[in-house]
């Protein structure tokens, strides 16, 4: 699993060849671990603190594009 982006409270993180919807994984350093769907950053499961889901979903906002890339780049691996 690729780690995409590190924070001080979690980092994101997405699957190879992974269930649509295309979306990422939080991972906070506690274990906890939430999925989003790229195109909308709406969380479609877990249970990541405010604190490690706001600043996931900053870098998100700002990276996109990015994370729609890996994903079609991983989904043909």
């Excluded at 690729?2 to 994984?25: G, S």
């Excluded at 979903?57 to 991983?74: R, S, V």
Aim: glycine residues 4%; proline residues 4%.
């Amino acid at each position: 699993m690729p780690t995409l982006a590190r924070f001080a409270r979690c980092k994101i993180c997405m699957y190879a060849a992974d269930h649509l919807p295309p979306h990422f994984h939080i991972l906070a350093n506690d274990g906890r671990t939430t999925l989003v769907e790229i195109s909308t950053l709406t969380v479609l499961a877990g249970s990541v603190g405010k604190k490690e889901l706001e600043e996931a979903l900053a870098w998100a906002a700002l990276n996109q594009e990015l994370l729609q890339a890996k994903w079609e780049k991983l989904s043909h691996v």
